[in-house]
Each structure stands twice: as C-alpha cells, then as structure tokens.
C-alpha cells in the first residue's frame, strides 16, 4: 500500500469579499498517495483551483488540516511556509509565468538561488531539467522567443529543479494548441512513471485527465 | 550574489523608462547641488573669518567714517599685535558691472593682518614705496587682464574725482575660501587729495582690523576698545570678523531661507519622479512578485529586490546629477564677475548632502511598491491582470 | 472621426495614483515659477511705486546708490538755476536737497539689519504727495524728532510711535508713522538739517529731487543740464528710473536664480509627465487596436493622448498658480543689493506672469506627452490587438 503523501482533513476555505462570506469549498476529505498522478476535475467556480492552491501552500484553508509529508502546513507562519513551498513543491501555471527578462536557463536557475548551492552545481542542475524536458538547445533564449509549448516546457523545468516532492499544475495545457497539449501531458506523465514525482493536476480537458491515475469530481465546493 | 543580476535586469526592463527615471533624478540632484553651492558661498566667508581678528567699526553703521587718531589709543590696548585698517574705497571701474572690493588700506599693516593674502616680498617693497601703487587679487588680475605695471584708473563717488593707481604686485589666496577679489592702495594717497579737494573729509577711515595675540580675549579686547570711545561723538562697535561677517549676511536672511526651502522642494520632486515610477513597476510585476513567491521566495527576497532596484537607480541619479553639477558651478563660477562671487565651489557637504538625499530618496520611494509587493496574497497577485 | 473627451477623461480615474502625482509635480513647478516672477515683480513694483513721474533725481554719476553719492553746496546752487524745476505758490523751488545714510536696527525677526535714514526738505512731502502720515503727526523742523515707514514700524524693534531710537550721537523721538505704499516703507524720515548736522555732513546732500514744472519738461531739463560744465559729474534721472534701477540687480538675481530652478524643475515634471503618459500608452494597446480597426485614424490617436497630456498639466497648472496668487498676501523684508538697506515688498502678480505660466505649463504638457502619443499612434493594429 502506497504511502499517504498528503492528508487533507475536513478543509473548508471561503472568500470574503465586503462583508459577505463566499464559500468555496466544504468539508472535504482526501488523500493523495505517494507516486500518484491525481486529475482534479469539475466545472468553472467549483473550487478546484482554490483546493490546488491550499495543497500548494500559496493560500490558508479557513477550516481543517493539510498534511504534507507529516508537516501540517496550516500552522506554519508566512516565512515558514514560503520556505517549505521552496523544498517541497512545484508549480506549473496554465500561463507559464516565465518572468520576461530571464532567459530559459535563468528562470529554470531562479528556484536554485534559495539554497547554498554553488554556481557550478547549479548549472548541473538547470541542465538537468532542460534536458529531462527536452529543451537542451534553447536555454539562452527569452520567453518572447519561444513558443507556447516550448514555454511550458521551461516552466516544467523550473518545477521540477529543486526535485519537490510534488507537482502542482494548474489547466497545464488551457493555452495551448492539441499538438503542444499532447507533448506536455506525455511530458507529465513521463515525470510521473519514470521520475516517480507525484502529480496533482487541475484540468477540464477530458484528455489530459486521460493520464491520471485518478480522477476526482469537484461540485460547488464538495468532492463527488 | 545572483539576486544583484536579477535587480539590475528588472531595471533595465523598460529600458526608456529607468532611463527617463535616472535622468529626471539627476538634473534635480544637480540643481540641488547648484543651489545649496550659492547659499553655501555667501556663509562661506562667515566660517573662513580668521578667529584672531577683530573689526571695529562705528556704532552707528558701517557708512559712517572713524577718525585716523584713535589709531594709536587702540594699539595700547593690552593683548593686540597689529592694528591695521581700511577704507571702502567704492567708485566705478569702467562700468558698474565690473565690480570688485577697491580700499583704501595702510600698506605696512595690511599684508600683517591679513596673512592669507601672500604677496611677493618684492612687490610689497615696491608697493609701500610709491604713494600711487597698488595690488591687486589674482583672481582680479586674471579676469580683467591686469598686469604688473598697469594703470587702473577708477572714477571716484564717495571720493568724487578720476583716480590712478599703478599695479606693483598681485597678491594670491592661501586658501580657496580667501576672497581674492581685492584692489589695495594707500590710505595716504587718497587722504591728500581730500586735504585739498575737501577739508573736512580727511583723517577719517572706514574700520579697524585688530589682530590679537589669543582668539580666547576676543570678548574682552572688543570690550575695552569700545569702552575707550563709548561716551564719544564717534562710539565705535568692536566684534570678531566672523560677527561682522554674519551682520552682513543676516539681511539675507529672507532670502537664504526661501533657497533653503526651495532645495527641500527640489528634493521632494526627486522623490515624485523616482516614487512614480517605482509605483509603475510594481504595479506591472504584482503578477511576478506572486510568482515569485510560489517559488518560495520570501517576502524579505521581495522587499531586497524592489529595494535594490530604487536604489540602483537613485545611486545612477545621484551620480550623474553630482557628476553634472561641477561643469554648471564652474560655468557659473566664469560667467558672474569676480567682485560678486569671490569663490564658488563645491563644499564636501554639499556632496554628502546630495548623496545621501538621493540614496534616501531611494530607500522612501521603495515603500509603497513594497507594502504592495507584500501585501498583495498570492492567489490574487495570481491573478492580477497589469 | 474625433475621439470623445469622455474617454479621455474617464481614463484619469483608472490610474488614479500616478495621475495625482504628476499633476501635483507640474503643479508644484508652475507654484516655484510663477512664485518667482511674483517675487522679482514685487520688488520692482514697489520700488517704481516710490518714484513719482514728475520728479527728478540728481545724483553723482559714478555712484551705485544714494548713499555713495555726494553733491556739494556749490554744485546743489549750481541744479537751482537751470529751468523747468517747478515752484510753490510763494515762488520757492520745490526742491528736496537730501541726505542718506544707513543705521543698524535689530530686526523683530532676529539679527542687525541696516536701515536707511533720508534727511528730508519741508518740500519732500509737496513733491512726494504719496507720503502719508497715517499715526502720530509730521516731525518739526528744527527738532530731533523721525517719522518711521510702515514697513520699518512692523519688522524692526522698538520703532513705535513714541519710543526713541539713538544714532548719530543723540536720541531722536520717533513722532510718526507714515505709508508711502512703496519704498520709502522702509526708510525712516528726519529733517535733513538736523540730520546733516548729527552726521556731520554739512558740507553737501547725496542727492537732490525736485518737481518738473511740465510733466514733459524732462528731455529740455536734461538738456541744459548736460551743457552746464559744472554738472558733468552728476546724473538726473527720473525719479521713478532711479529707483527702478535700484531694483535692477536683485530683480535680476532673483529672475535668473528663480528660472534656473524652474527650469530644472520642469524637467523633473516634465519627464514625470512622460513616464506617465508612456505607461498609459503601453496599458492601453488593446484599446488603441480596437479603435483603429473600429476605423478611427492614427491622428485622432495621437491626439487624444495629446490631450489627455494638456489636459493634466493645465489641471496642474490652474492649482499651481491658484497657490501662487495667494502669495500676494505675503511680503518679504530683506536687504537690496543696490541700496545696501532692508526693502519690504510683497509678491505681484501681474498678467503676464499668468499668462507665461500657462505657456509654460502647456509647454511641458506637450513635450511631455507628445513623444507617447506618438507612439501610441503608430501602434500596429494586429499586434496591438494580439497582446491581451
């Protein structure tokens, strides 16, 4: 029986916007298993994005625990947390994020400049990921040189540079055409199978949720 | 120290824009430095007044004249070295825009008195010699061309009547605070024609300067020359050259205070130009900085970068605006005649005062870009949309 | 097709921040500038005001002020007998021989200033109507008694009506206190026999004022004075160029200083105007793309962000001189280069400063916005739509 990477106990989260509660998710339970590739699924506005962003670290829950890894990471303070987001996690974006005025080598380097390690190790591991994302000759170019694909490509290699124990991605392939979506999401599941790096995807294309192990169904805030 | 590289690539983003930026910042450095140059020159002559000299003039104002006799009851008085004095001579050179100090001095004191002013021992032979001779500030010589042996001719107004004196020795400042703007001649040679052109006006001269032996007696020499003459019909005022130096000033006073508050508004507008742009760029990079912090960079990272970023723009400012500022002084040092402004440069305060304003001015425009950059959650910088 | 101005101006409120800043930038500019041509006009006002167009002034040609000049007795006889100077009805010239010196006072403000002392004919007051004794009374001939200006009564310790004031080896009893609504604000008036007498300058005036007996007569006087070899020394001047050139030197000191400064500052706001105005062009590509392929012209582009420029400096410009004008109720004491003694004025604000502060700030609102507009109009309509 695989190990139980992530526990998420009884999480709600709302929004206030003036002084009116907007809730996004209720009581939800789940567990993601170690190596597991999981498709988070449902329509516009039912939380998915918000319950990525909570198993991220990048928002709080309002209610419940989230256990990663044995840390419960609701109780860390901001610097704590920003900390622990650098060793554990990997974030890919549907619009890649590149920042414009680095290039590919650079923004892959960007999550290196947290840690001690030296320049030379650094590039070892920048050419790493480049090369595990099959980019090995544009890594001297700027985002606005590249293309959609290639970008994507650049923003996997980040998320994956500091070797996370898991990867986060928000509709990886919401902005791509069907030939670079398909290319990403043999990418992801190479990562998944070979790499062993465990997966959790936010996606309403019904294909991308083809390579998941499993698929969860969100519903105006409840799993279903 | 890779953070540095990230900051100055962040700046050279819009490239026009820091351009811009470093340019505004430095024209208004450099006319803070020109500024604060002018008000610093006129306070300039307060702090190079010599501690051991004391003036003493008529109670009553400066115009009026004291008699040549009390010469010999001040020397006796206890604690004095040299006393020497002088004469505003006035009248025009030529036109009234070529002015300069012209007095009337006593040659065998004068040069006592006033160390600072180093003249050749020659020159100052030949000068005490001949009754019409005269010496002349370096700074004059070179701006009107005159040379050993010249005429200078002056047309008289408190001393009504064409004048002559003849260049015997030009003198050079010890100092680049000592004004050396002067036209010395002798006392005498004006004092005799006024015997004879109108009695009633010679025997009489401008100020006193006492040198002291110990600048500690000051108070107390002052006290004792004045109290010889207290009751009299021509009471004297006796002070440091440094209070004398200040009484002229302080009639400025209005005016050196609007400069002052104008230099704190040319700072205020260094603080707009850089504050706005700042401003700018973040709001562009709320996406980023989110970003930035999903990576895991903490807000102490952000607050390094934006902050690197103002001040690497203000240091950009603030060098070139004080490299600008010492071709203006010195253009403006050219053009206004030497009579006016004896000496205008730069002081070290003045330069401090500029970087430091700048480099302030970098660190306070950051702040309002950084509460955003920390402020803004990460979720919603996510989604921000420039 | 013209774009509505109601885009133009709805746009202000979405960048609202940046907008103020540049709009207080340029304000803060137009306030230096036009405070500085206030100044620099305050103090020629005021001097010209303290001459009147019928009288003239004699003074020693070589002298930079009225204290450096000397007339003697002879010479003064010698201006008696040329033509054209006015008389009373009893046959008496009106003329002023008078006597001008400087006396330190200690200001209310702090510090020792000097203060002109003018030793006055019983005719000063008939050729110099303006002069108005508005407390205690006019001093008598033949008594050590002085009448203060305003000006000298408000920045100067103890110079009220009844204290005494000591120079010139006596006391004098300050008897009045008179408005000239100029100048002579500044000065305190005594008898000139008195005062000559106290100064010990019997020998002769400093300078000599006497009316015209046509307003016109000046070039004729000027004329038989110039031949008269005795004179040659000596200068008449209308009494009211006199003064204004003894305004000349810190009119043009202040001006020079004050437009190098604005200058200066302009460009700080101008290129505050620019950087805002840059960005608002790159924010609004899309925009700009729409309306071009909606079919409005690259001119009206680049006009309405011409305008959009104008528009936030003149609102500048407007608040700039709105604080400006407020400055008339201020009035500064300090020392006149040229006469060496204090001279209150206030800030004047006339049409032509108004008028070149406008110019001015438009200037700054065109160079700052002209270059974005440019760009924003030049914009390449499929890319300009591609980048949202």
């Given at each position: 029986m695989?190990?139980s ?17 907007i809730?996004?998710?209720n ?11 999981l ?22 829950p309002?209610?419940g625990?989230?256990?990663?890894n ?36 650079e923004?892959v ?22 090369n ?13 040189q ?13 998320a994956?540079?500091?070797d ?22 043999v ?13 959790v ?5 019904p ?5 998941a ?12 | ?13 819009h ?7 470093i ?9 803070f ?45 206890p604690?004095?070295?040299t006393?020497?004095?002088?004469n ?12 300069f ?7 065998e ?15 100052l032979?030949?000068f ?16 009107y061309g005159?040379?050993?042996?010249d ?44 015997k ?9 001269i401008g100020?006193?300067i ?9 108070g ?16 004297t005022?006796?002070e ?11 009639g ?28 700018m760029?973040?709001r ?19 607050i ?44 070290p ?6 970087a430091?304003?700048a ?28 | ?37 206030m ?12 001459g ?13 002020g009225e ?5 003697l ?5 010698t ?36 203060v ?59 008897v ?71 305004s ?7 001006r020079?200083?004050?437009i190098?400064?604005?200058i ?26 729409t ?33 400006a ?31 070149w ?20 109009s ?11």
């Amino acid at each position: 029986m695989p190990n139980s990477l992530i526990q998420i106990q009884n999480i709600s989260k709302s929004y206030w916007r003036d002084s009116i509660e907007i809730p996004v998710l209720n009581d939800i339970t789940l567990d993601v298993h170690e190596g597991e590739f999981l498709a988070l699924m449902g329509p516009s506005g039912s939380g998915k994005t918000t319950l990525l962003n909570l198993i991220a670290g990048i928002d709080r829950p309002s209610k419940g625990t989230i256990t990663v890894n044995g840390t419960n990471i609701a109780s860390l303070s901001e610097s704590a947390l920003a900390k622990w987001r650098s060793h554990n996690i990997g974030f890919v974006f549907q619009f890649y994020n590149l920042i414009p005025v680095l290039t590919a080598f650079e923004n892959v380097e960007l999550p290196l400049l947290l840690t001690s390690l030296s320049k030379a190790n650094r590039r070892k591991h920048v050419e790493l990921a480049l090369n595990v994302v099959g980019l090995g000759d544009r890594i001297h170019h700027y985002p606005k040189q590249l293309s959609g694909g290639q970008e994507q490509r650049v923003a996997i290699a980040r998320a994956i540079v500091t070797d996370p124990t898991l990867l986060v991605a928000d509709e990886p392939t919401g902005d791509l055409d069907k030939r670079s979506a398909e290319e990403i999401m043999v990418l992801l599941d190479r990562l998944n199978q070979e790499y062993k790096k465990t997966i959790v995807m936010v996606t309403h294309d019904p294909r991308a949720a083809e390579r998941a192990h499993v698929q969860r169904h969100l519903d105006k805030g409840e799993l279903t | 120290m890779r953070i540095l590289k990230l900051i100055l690539k962040n700046s050279l983003r819009h490239k026009l824009r820091t351009f811009l930026t470093i340019l505004g910042m430095s024209i208004a450095v450099m006319a803070f430095g020109v500024l604060r140059t002018v008000v610093e020159m006129w306070y300039e002559g307060v702090e190079a007044a010599a501690p051991n000299r004391l003036i003493t003039r008529h109670a009553v104002s400066f115009i009026f004249p004291l008699p040549y006799s009390y010469r010999e009851q001040i020397a006796k008085v206890p604690g004095i070295e040299t006393v020497s004095f002088a004469n505003w001579f006035g009248g025009t050179y030529i036109d009234k825009n070529k002015f300069f100090a012209r007095m009337a001095v006593d040659p065998e004191t004068i040069f006592d008195v006033y160390p600072e002013f180093i003249i050749d021992a020659k020159e100052l032979e030949t000068f005490k010699r001949e009754r019409n001779s005269c010496i002349v500030g370096y700074e004059i010589a070179k701006q009107y061309g005159f040379k050993i042996g010249d005429i200078i001719p002056l047309d008289g107004d408190i001393y009504p009547g064409k004048w002559e004196f003849v260049v015997r020795g030009i003198y050079k400042p010890r100092t680049q605070s000592t004004d050396a703007t002067q036209m010395l001649f002798h006392f005498s040679a004006v004092d005799e024609r006024m015997k004879v052109e109108m009695p009633g006006r010679e025997g009489l001269i401008g100020w006193y300067i006492v040198k002291i032996k110990d600048p500690n007696q000051a108070g107390t020499i002052s006290d004792q020359i004045d109290a010889l003459y207290k009751n009299s019909s021509n009471a004297t005022k006796t002070e440091t050259e440094r209070a004398f130096t200040q009484s002229f000033i302080s009639g400025l006073n209005s005016l050196l205070a609007a400069m002052n508050f104008v230099s704190f508004v040319i700072i205020g507008i260094i603080m707009l130009v850089l504050g706005n742009t700042m401003i700018m760029s973040a709001r562009e990079r709320i996406q980023e900085y989110a970003v930035l912090k999903t990576l895991g960079f903490s807000g102490g990272h952000l607050i390094g970068l934006i902050l690197g970023e103002s001040l690497v723009i203000s240091a950009f400012g603030a060098g070139l605006g004080l490299f600008l500022t010492y071709p203006v002084v010195a253009t403006i040092a050219a053009i206004v005649p030497k009579g006016f402004f004896p000496y205008f440069f730069i002081t070290p305060t003045t330069l401090i005062l500029s970087a430091t304003s700048a480099l302030s001015i970098g660190l306070l425009a950051s702040i309002f870009p950084i509460q955003r950059a920390i402020g803004t959650k990460i979720v919603d910088g996510l989604r921000h949309i420039g | 097709m013209k774009i509505p101005m109601k885009y133009i101006i709805r746009n202000f409120r979405t960048r609202r921040l940046t907008t103020m800043i540049t709009v207080f930038g340029i304000a803060l500019v137009v306030f230096v500038f036009a405070a500085v041509l206030m100044m620099a006009y305050g103090i020629q006002r005021t001097l010209v005001a303290t001459g009147s167009p019928d009288n003239v002034l004699v003074a020693r040609k070589a002298a930079n002020g009225e204290i450096s000049s000397i007339i003697l007795r002879n010479d003064y006889n010698t201006v008696l007998t040329l033509p054209h100077i006015a008389k009373d009805p009893n046959s008496q010239p009106l003329v002023s021989g008078e006597t001008v010196v400087i006396i330190n006072i200690y200001k209310k403000a702090g510090g020792l200033s000097n203060v002109t002392v003018r030793g006055v004919a019983p005719q000063a007051f008939t050729i110099r109507p303006q002069v108005k004794i508005v407390e205690g009374r006019q001093f008598t001939t033949g008594a050590r008694e002085v009448i203060v200006g305003a000006s000298v009564a408000k920045n100067f310790v103890n110079t009220a009506v009844g204290e005494k004031i000591t120079f010139g080896g006596d006391t004098w009893t300050i008897v009045g206190r008179f408005d000239a609504g100029s100048g002579f604000n500044s000065e305190i008036w005594g008898d000139n026999d008195q005062l000559q007498a106290a100064f010990r300058r019997q020998g002769g005036y400093s300078t000599v004022t006497f009316k015209l007996d046509q307003s016109d007569a000046f070039s004729s006087f000027k004329a038989a004075f110039d031949r008269e070899p005795r004179l040659q020394q000596f200068e008449p001047k209308k009494e009211q160029r006199f003064f204004e050139e003894q305004s000349e030197d810190m009119a043009l000191f202040i001006r020079i200083l004050g437009i190098f400064i604005t200058i200066i500052f302009s460009f700080g706001a101008t290129i505050g105007a620019m950087i805002t105005m840059y960005a608002a062009v790159a924010n609004r590509t899309v925009e700009v793309g729409t309306m071009r392929a909606l079919g409005f012209r690259r001119r009206s582009i680049l006009t309405a962000f011409l305008t959009e420029s104008l528009t936030i400096s003149l609102i500048g410009g407007l608040i700039g001189l709105v604080f400006a004008s407020f400055l008339q109720f201020f009035s500064i004491s300090t020392l006149n280069f040229s006469s060496f003694s204090e001279l209150e004025f206030s800030f004047a604000l006339s049409p032509s400063i108004i008028i070149w502060s406008l110019f001015f700030t438009l200037m700054m609102g065109f160079l700052g916005g002209f270059l974005p507009a440019v760009r924003a109009s030049r914009l390449n309509i499929v890319n300009a739509l591609r980048s949202a």
